[in-house]
């Protein structure tokens, strides 16, 4: 795929680039119009079975709120996907309530569509429920569902639906790219619901790339698989986590589960092939069961409880790599715990570092360091789709007030650029200028996260100074 002119342009496309379209889309959009920008559409006939919209073209969402339930039924091709995409310097809401407060999820089915820029939500108040399990009746937040397959969605912001994205096995592949996903799902009496991705995959592969998830009631990324839902082919890479289940009750969520009743990484399931390299993990990683496991260049960083290893059995150099990786236990001097649990044979036994390496065979050539990281810690990560986006996520060990970050293989001389923090996306930007070749000075400050829709008491605590995530946005 190539970057061209803002749009998605493939390579040896069938049709010339002059004979792609534009249709335009607004909230008061007729089904009757012609989609030019005097006369937009409304979303519902852009995204329909009937849409004018043919492979290549690109439907442009035009400022405002679309309320209500919408299916897209839109038929692009490998060479020719149909872009459907926020208009530049405008901020187009999919509003999953519908009138009545009927369940209004924005489903996604058809193949070859690309979503991008578009903002979901629901501002319906109702985040408490005493009916338990997954389907109350009185909780209607809708979210996407993407049943579709080779369906993208790149740089979306989805918050407080009941759940983030439904990324279901009966589409083919597909791709969840650089996403601001926070504050879904509602509370029950059992626990609190609604993940940001919640995603299954039968056949090619599932992309969830560079997103950025946050305080939901339940989990983080939740790829779950049964005997009937399957989880064949994932590609996790570049995603931050943080603060998920903050919402709920018992003020905690795994932020990353890959597991479920069928081979996966995670709950009592052994897993087929896993691979585990070059993370940055924070508050402890634990694993259950596999056919043949890789875990290389990571770093592991807990206050208690580093590593949970459980084999499906015996450990064995064909089995299980893990090594060359990075280990700070940072809990208080003196505390007994010890960093390594591992689980053989029904018997579970808590281990320090040289026993962990003694009794597994494991880490030869890995670190292990007491205490926190003494330094600041900074990833870029660069939008693969935007010129002049990305991610800059920063561990403040120290708790420095600001740093200042070199952001010239990003942006250009000249060029307005904003920092933005995700705990407060749609917010006043943490820095903004003209960049002008120097470092960029980046305040580290805790900052409130936004306020989630219809929750009677406070919002979750803010992460940082210690741990803050920015978008930068810039040409």
């Known amino acids: 795929m190539a970057l061209l002119a803002g749009l998605l342009c493939p390579a040896g496309s069938a049709r010339g680039v002059g004979e792609y379209k534009e249709y335009f889309v607004a909230p008061n959009g007729r089904p009757d119009a012609d989609g030019s920008r005097a006369r937009p559409l409304n979303l519902a006939t852009a995204l329909s079975a009937t849409s004018p919209a043919r492979p290549g073209d690109t439907i442009w969402l035009l400022g405002g709120t679309y309320r209500g339930a919408f299916v897209s039924r839109l038929e692009g091709t490998q060479r020719d996907p149909i872009v459907v995409r926020r208009y530049a310097g405008e901020r187009a809401t999919i ?4 009138p009545g ?3 209004a999820p924005f489903t996604v089915e058809g193949q070859w569509t690309t979503f991008w820029g578009l903002e979901v939500t629901c501002s319906n108040p109702r985040r408490l429920t005493k009916i338990a399990g997954s389907h ?3 909780i209607r ?4 569902s993407c049943l579709g397959s080779h369906i993208r969605f790149i740089n979306m912001a989805v918050h407080d639906c009941g759940g983030g994205f439904g990324f279901w096995s009966g589409g083919e592949g597909g791709e969840i790219y650089g996403c601001i996903i926070y504050n879904n799902g509602w509370q029950g009496p059992d626990r609190g619901h609604g993940h940001a991705i919640y995603a299954q ?3 090619g592969t599932k992309q969830l790339v560079d997103n950025v998830m946050f305080n939901q009631f339940g989990y983080g990324i939740h790829a779950y698989g049964s005997a009937r839902a399957f989880l064949e082919g994932f590609h996790i890479e570049g995603n931050v986590s943080f603060n998920n289940g903050s919402l709920a ?3 905690r969520a795994p932020n990353i589960l890959v597991g479920g009743d069928c081979p996966a990484l995670g709950y009592g399931a052994a897993n087929e092939d896993a691979a585990l390299e070059d993370n940055y993990f924070v508050g402890g990683v634990t694993v259950r069961g596999w056919g043949k496991l890789s875990a290389t260049g990571n770093t592991f960083i807990a206050s208690a409880g580093l590593i949970g290893l459980v084999p499906g059995g015996p450990l064995s150099p064909e089995s299980c790599r893990w090594d060359e990786n990075t280990y700070y236990a940072a809990g208080a001097e003196g505390a007994n715990w010890r960093d390594f649990f591992l689980v053989q044979s029904g018997k579970g036994s808590s281990l320090d570092f040289a026993a962990w390496q003694g009794q597994t065979g494991l880490d030869r050539s890995s670190k292990h360091f007491t205490g926190r990281p003494k ?3 900074v990833f870029i990560r660069p ?3 935007e010129l002049g986006r990305a991610h800059v996520i920063v561990y403040n060990w120290p708790a420095q007030d600001a740093i200042e970050v070199d952001l010239k293989d990003f942006l250009k001389i000249g060029s307005a650029y904003e920092l933005v923090n995700v705990q407060d996306y749609f917010g006043r930007p943490a820095v903004a200028g003209t960049y002008d070749a120097k470092p960029v000075r980046i305040p580290l400050r805790a900052v409130r996260p936004a306020a989630p829709v219809g929750l009677p008491r406070g919002g979750p605590a803010p992460a940082g100074p210690v741990f803050s995530v920015f978008v930068l946005r810039g040409a």
Do not use: L, W
Request: glycine share 12%.
């Open 101 to 103: 407060d009927r369940d």
């Open 141 to 144: 937040r809708g979210g996407i």
């Open 383 to 385: 939008n693969q789709y």
């Open 375 to 377: 330094d600041v810690h």
């Open 95 to 98: 509003d999953c309530r519908a």
């Open 249 to 251: 009750r018992q003020g």
């Open 136 to 138: 109350p009746e009185d």
């Open 201 to 203: 995959n039968k056949k």
